[in-house]
């Protein structure tokens, strides 16, 4: 098998107008060994990869010729968040609020934004209202990739040109409120931080993902969409700190995949946990994820058989 | 004005035949409004639970205005949201061609195409945690109270429809904007607030939240008794203003409107 893959790369390089023992050594060399040939399944996971990269890239290309549409997306992700600084800032003029300053308030909640611009996946709304509902799947089946990572690298350009727009935000209020703004200066902390916001994308992207794949057994998503949403707004942190939750809300939500989406990576990126505390995150985030891995499997091996399309 | 009001009465109850036919997006749409609703109230409720009061407000007097707020919004959403919501598809599609051949008057018809009584559910619940939470504060609930608010809940409606007319005319400049709807919303959400959050801000946001900030805050106000006349004539003027506004930029919209779908 080895030798015929070999040969195959031969008559590939004949083919192209390379000849004799030099065809070998014009070759690109293999980016796995340090043989100057590759080997077919090297090659299929290269050009694989690079078609991931590729379909990347497209999509990043719409994306950035609908930023008008992205823009209005984010802004009304950043309508509500900022609302609710204005009334804690009326708050605070009124009343002592325990364990919470100004300055932790407007860090919070510009994190927050942030965070969430990077971080919530939307998947939920493509799989199972149009590739579900509308049979668009089909196409997807029948190319030669997996579905989820098909989606993930369509998801991807969005949420990057998301970040931008808040993280511009978030430098003009850094600019011009620099006093109102605490974040860690530990790098240690900085690093674990990002380790759980990436990790808290994953579990985002998967959760929603896998919600949206209810789309096979259920007709009308929209009732669920609004719950999922809602618990992910209250048990995420959206409204407000968790620890400033009822205890029994506050102890249903760290049951739940969704502080671990965005409340973790703000509080951490604020400096408010140990690294201890932070290395508990992570380990809690991966065993999260592997559970959604093999929910995932579970529901997707299920529901593409219930799956039908058909057409002209 | 008979002429138009037989045929929203026609408009309405096929809309409401066809959200019967489909059981199971009518209970979506009946679940996704109550979690929605209840959302609203429970937000403040946590944040109420920490502080004892916002801007002069007490607690229970924001969660009266939130409850009023989903009053509000809960008609709103019955009656218009639903026509604004496919108002980008229509033009995306050139289907408002065929609206502005009609022998009708195309905002009339734009407003008033479709609509979603499961909607109301938010409206019917609220009534009963407003007369609840004012029972819980010992406000006595007179005649003249109930008459005056449902009145300023109509001049509310009025103000939350002609922002949301005047901004989702921007569909007609951009097609693309299809998703101006949940900007929108957020935007009508400040209305759940008290204008007292707003103090301080830019003139030019302040101007631009004025509209919405008095939608909600002015029925309230007429339960606990606290308003003042002057908040009758500032609610009165901005409705009638916003709907003059909202109407001059439709009509002006339209001339620059090229017939031309994606």
């Known amino acids: ?312 | 004005m008979k002429k138009y009001l037989r045929i929203y009465w026609k408009l309405f109850k096929v809309n409401q035949s066809a959200l019967l036919m489909y059981r199971g997006n009518f209970l979506s749409s009946f679940t996704a409004d109550i979690v929605w609703g209840a959302f609203n109230i429970i937000s403040f409720f946590f944040i109420t639970r920490k502080v004892n009061q916002i801007g002069g407000w007490s607690g229970d007097e924001i969660l009266l205005l939130a409850s009023s707020f989903n009053i509000i919004s809960g008609i709103y959403f019955t009656l218009f949201s639903k026509s604004f919501y496919r108002l980008s598809h229509i033009v995306q599609k050139g289907l408002l061609d065929g609206i502005l051949l009609r022998p009708l008057d195309s905002q009339f018809y734009i407003s008033a195409q479709y609509s979603n009584i499961t909607k109301i559910i938010r409206t019917i619940l609220c009534i009963i945690l407003n007369i609840y939470l004012l029972q819980r504060m010992n406000v006595p609930i007179h005649f003249t109270n109930i008459i005056s608010f449902i009145f300023l809940v109509i001049v509310g409606v009025i103000i939350l429809y002609s922002v949301s007319l005047f901004l989702f005319t921007l569909v007609i400049w951009n097609p693309e904007l299809s998703n101006l709807y949940s900007l929108i919303w957020d935007y009508i959400q400040a209305a759940r607030y008290p204008n007292e959050v707003f103090q301080g801000l830019h003139t030019f946001i302040f101007l631009f939240m004025l509209p919405v900030m008095f939608a909600v805050t002015t029925p309230t106000k007429s339960l606990l008794n606290k308003m003042l006349w002057g908040d009758v004539v500032i609610i009165c003027l901005i409705a009638s203003m916003t709907f003059i506004l909202s109407r001059k930029f439709w009509c002006f919209s339209l001339r620059g409107y090229t017939s031309s779908s994606l």
Request: one cysteine or more; glycine letters at 4%.
């Open chain 1, 1 to 312: 098998m080895k030798k015929l893959s070999e040969v195959f790369l031969l008559k590939r390089n004949l083919h192209n107008g390379h000849s004799g023992p030099d065809a070998f050594d014009r070759g690109p060399k293999s980016a796995f060994t340090n043989r100057p040939w590759i080997r077919i399944d090297d090659l299929t996971r290269m050009t694989r990869t690079m078609k991931y990269l590729k379909i990347f890239f497209l999509y990043n290309q719409r994306i950035f010729e609908q930023r008008a549409k992205s823009l209005i997306f984010f802004l009304s992700t950043l309508v509500n968040p900022l609302l609710l600084l204005l009334l804690w800032i009326a708050a605070f003029k009124t009343n002592k609020v325990i364990d919470w300053s100004l300055p932790d308030a407007a860090s919070y909640y510009l994190l927050l934004v942030t965070t969430a611009a990077f971080l919530m996946s939307f998947v939920e709304e493509s799989v199972g209202k149009i590739d579900i509902a509308e049979g668009q799947l089909t196409s997807y089946m029948l190319k030669p990739f997996s579905y989820f990572w098909l989606k993930y690298f369509e998801e991807a350009p969005y949420r990057i040109l998301q970040g931008i727009y808040a993280l511009s935000i978030l430098s003009i209020f850094f600019i011009t409120f620099n006093k109102l703004f605490v974040i860690s200066n530990s790098p240690i902390t900085i690093l674990l931080s990002l380790v759980i916001a990436i990790l808290g994308y994953h579990i985002a992207f998967s959760f929603k993902f896998i919600i949206g794949l209810l789309g096979f057994w259920m007709t009308e998503l929209a009732g669920l969409f609004n719950v999922v949403e809602i618990a992910i707004y209250i048990f995420g942190g959206y409204v407000m700190p968790l620890t400033f939750l009822p205890p029994v809300a506050a102890s249903i939500a760290y049951f739940t995949p969704f502080p671990y989406i965005i409340y973790y990576p703000v509080v951490a990126l604020q400096g408010k946990l140990s690294v201890t505390e932070l290395i508990h995150i992570i380990n809690v985030q991966i065993i999260w994820l592997c559970l959604l891995a093999l929910i995932y499997k579970y529901v997707w091996n299920k529901g593409k058989q219930l799956f039908t399309s058909f057409g002209q």
